[in-house]
């Protein structure tokens, strides 16, 4: 056996560099964005059904739950854009390197940070 295997491997006391983090929300935003697919998909049957039918879905994206859903959905389409975008110059050998890298990830957390509070105003507004 060898003794020299990590003892702690408690991922909160781990200190994980930008570009995980980065990563890991990629992943978690297209697994929000999987599930969203089906209340996305729900809203345009509603609003192509009938009047009635579009008059209500329209009354209830009037709701501040409606709205904090709406949000989240777009924001996770927002964050996954962007972190594809990054990945896509990757794929192009552009930001390979540990700099490049660490660059490209505080580059995708400020646009996609802006862009959330950008959409959550046009939302909230």
Do not use: C
């Amino acid at each position: 056996m060898n003794d020299k295997r990590p003892v702690n491997l408690d991922i909160g006391t781990i200190s994980l560099p930008i570009t995980a983090y980065t990563s890991i929300l990629h992943r978690v935003s297209g697994v929000v964005l999987f599930f969203a697919t089906g209340i996305l998909l729900w809203m345009l049957d509603a609003s192509l059904a009938s009047q009635e039918s579009f008059d209500s879905l329209k009354a209830i994206l009037t709701s501040p739950f409606a709205k904090l859903v709406l949000w989240g959905i777009l924001a996770a389409l927002v964050y996954h854009l962007i972190a594809g975008i990054r990945h896509l110059f990757m794929d192009f050998g552009i930001g390979e390197t540990l700099e490049g890298g660490v660059l490209g990830a505080r580059i995708v957390i400020g646009f996609a940070a802006l862009s959330i509070i950008i959409v959550g105003a046009w939302i909230w507004l």
